[in-house]
């Protein structure tokens, strides 16, 4: 069975920009988590999205977004980009829901490796 | 606010040694506790995940404990090989995944 996958595996982007990071959770996965690392803050929390809805997010701006599919494909969108926005993004999925408790564990694709210049 | 602590943050052993990575929560109220390693530019790989009405979880090598009470949670490696080499993060669950900083694990040969 193929494991989480993210595209693009590197980006390179100017402050102002926006841009766009998909990610497919393993087949039959419903829940679709993300998450920025950075060397300072560590790996933070940015939402949980599960059958289309967001179901829980971190404390992150509005610039930060996302939606998921019908097929339970997930994009994230970050808007007018920040040098600050510099990360590994990680992309984690699971059978069900995880922000209510549930016992899952969740299944993390490679990253996107996002640098703001 | 939930806050989670690893230390140490670097770690180097000698091949073949028993080692205990540490890991402190400040909120007792969690779902469950998840053990993960991560390779260098790599994802993270879950290890272990003990839910807050267990003591402990075994695979291989690898032993986790969970105290929800002192709010720690420690994961021994038994017999460690090189290959062990990675960053071994612990995250809490509350809701959310709360993730510490990591301790930096370098095996020697």
């Known amino acids: 069975k193929a494991g989480v996958t993210q595209t693009p595996r590197y980006l390179i982007k100017t402050r102002g920009q926006q841009v766009t990071l998909s990610c497919s959770p393993i087949?039959?996965?419903?829940?679709v988590s993300w998450y920025q690392q950075t060397p300072g803050q560590g790996l933070q929390f940015l939402f949980e999205y599960f059958s289309e809805t967001q179901r829980n997010k971190g404390n992150f701006p509005g610039r930060f977004s996302g939606r998921q599919f019908s097929n339970s494909r997930s994009e994230m969108n970050v808007s007018t980009l920040e040098l600050g926005d510099s990360a590994l993004y990680l992309c984690?999925?699971?059978?069900?829901?995880?922000?209510?408790?549930?016992?899952?564990?969740?299944?993390f694709g490679p990253g996107t490796r996002l640098l703001v210049l | 606010k939930q806050e989670v602590t690893q230390i140490p943050a670097a770690l180097s052993v000698p091949e073949g040694e028993n080692l205990v990575l540490n890991c402190s929560f400040t909120d007792s109220a969690i779902y469950n506790l998840q053990w993960f390693r991560q390779d260098p530019g790599k994802g993270l790989t879950s290890l272990l995940l003990i839910q807050s009405s267990q003591r402990e979880q075994t695979s291989g090598r690898l032993n986790a404990s969970l105290d929800k009470s002192s709010g720690r949670s420690t994961l021994y490696i038994a017999a460690s090989q090189p290959g062990d080499s990675a960053t071994y993060l612990c995250?809490?669950?509350?809701?959310?995944?709360?993730f510490g900083q990591g301790t930096e694990l370098s095996v020697k040969p």
């Open positions: 995250a809490v669950r509350g809701g959310k995944l709360i």
């Open positions: 984690a999925s699971s059978l069900a829901r995880t922000s209510g408790g549930e016992q899952e564990t969740q299944y």
């Open positions: 087949s039959g996965h419903r829940s």
